[in-house]
């Protein structure tokens, strides 16, 4: 592998590649819009706790959108342990990704 071709699959790996910091800062922000796991490339679970956040603000004046918010809440600071792991796993696929088509 040249110099060239090996600093081109860094630069494209630096672009690929996700933050852990970004996604704390999506997931402290925007956790209930489920941000965090859309950047994570956890598109449907994403969608589900913003789901889950809205159906607690409607269903709020009923009193069962607590138990929907705790649910939720207790999701949102379980992801917090688990962001890194994504994260990880995640650019380590991009970096599989780029050395088989390098080879």
């Known amino acids: 592998m040249t110099d060239t071709s090996q600093s081109r699959q860094m630069m494209e790996y630096d672009a690929l590649s996700k933050s852990a910091v970004l996604a704390y800062i999506l997931w402290f922000f925007l956790?209930?819009?489920?941000?965090h796991r859309l950047y994570s490339a956890r598109v449907l679970s994403g969608i589900l706790q913003f789901l889950l956040w809205g159906l607690g603000w409607l269903?709020?004046?009923i009193l069962i959108g607590w138990v929907f918010w705790a649910i939720w809440a207790l999701w949102w600071v379980i992801d917090a342990v688990l962001i890194p792991g994504w994260i990880r796993d995640y650019n380590l696929t991009v970096a599989r990704r780029l050395s088989t088509r390098a080879t």
């Not at 956790?31 to 941000?35: D, N, P, R, T, V």
């Open 31 to 35: 956790g209930f819009l489920g941000a």
């Open 59 to 61: 269903t709020m004046w």
